[in-house]
């Protein structure tokens, strides 16, 4: 399904596999493979494909036709990555079919002992809060370092490299806000 709607945002804006290869960096065939199903992309795959075809990533993955506003927590869509511990939920209602976008996005995100958001700093033209609800979580926004805990939050502002890595023992859960709603790409 990720793949046929790769496929159908792809011919929706008249781009042939080869436009989308060279804008995305990503091989023809590598993209043929994936809108057929034959592949689970990377995080890093999704995020050039979502950036070449300017499409917030959970819009990608969104399997959902519903119309409502409201999300119930066991309807949430789930975000999980080849090559990666990482999960995400996406909590608020993404309204694709409600004729407008969303000017936020709010992902409860989860991440294993040791692990890291990305390999390296992200830098996204959004502004962004994150919460944590369960663990320990370093954030590094700049030069500054911030450790927080159960119930702390930090506020990062649009376009300042930043990056998270679970500091705990166990689990670190909590929540990202984010604004407008894209998901975060890698400093290049």
Request: glycine residues 6%; hydrophobic residues 35%; without cysteine.
């Amino acid at each position: 399904m990720l793949g046929q709607r790769i496929r159908d945002i792809r011919k929706k804006r008249n781009m042939k596999l080869n436009d989308l290869s060279e804008m995305s960096g990503l091989s023809s065939s590598y993209i043929s493979q994936l809108e057929r199903g034959l592949v689970e992309p990377s995080l890093s795959s999704l995020k050039k494909i979502s950036e070449a075809l300017e499409t917030p990533i959970y819009l990608l993955m969104e399997e959902s036709e519903n119309e409502s506003v409201l999300v119930k927590k066991g309807d949430r869509m789930r975000m999980a990555f080849a090559n990666s511990e990482l999960e995400f939920e996406i909590v608020s209602a993404s309204a694709r079919n409600l004729g407008f976008e969303p000017s936020m996005m709010v992902i409860n995100f989860f991440l294993q002992p040791g692990e890291e958001y990305s390999d390296g700093f992200i830098i996204q033209p959004t502004e962004q809060i994150i919460i944590v609800e369960h663990g320990k979580l370093e954030v590094t926004v700049g030069k500054d370092v911030y450790e927080l805990e159960s119930g702390d939050s930090v506020y990062i502002k649009k376009n300042v490299p930043h990056k998270n890595i679970n500091i705990s023992d166990g689990l670190t859960s909590g929540f990202y806000i984010v604004s407008p709603p894209i998901m975060p790409d890698k400093q290049k």
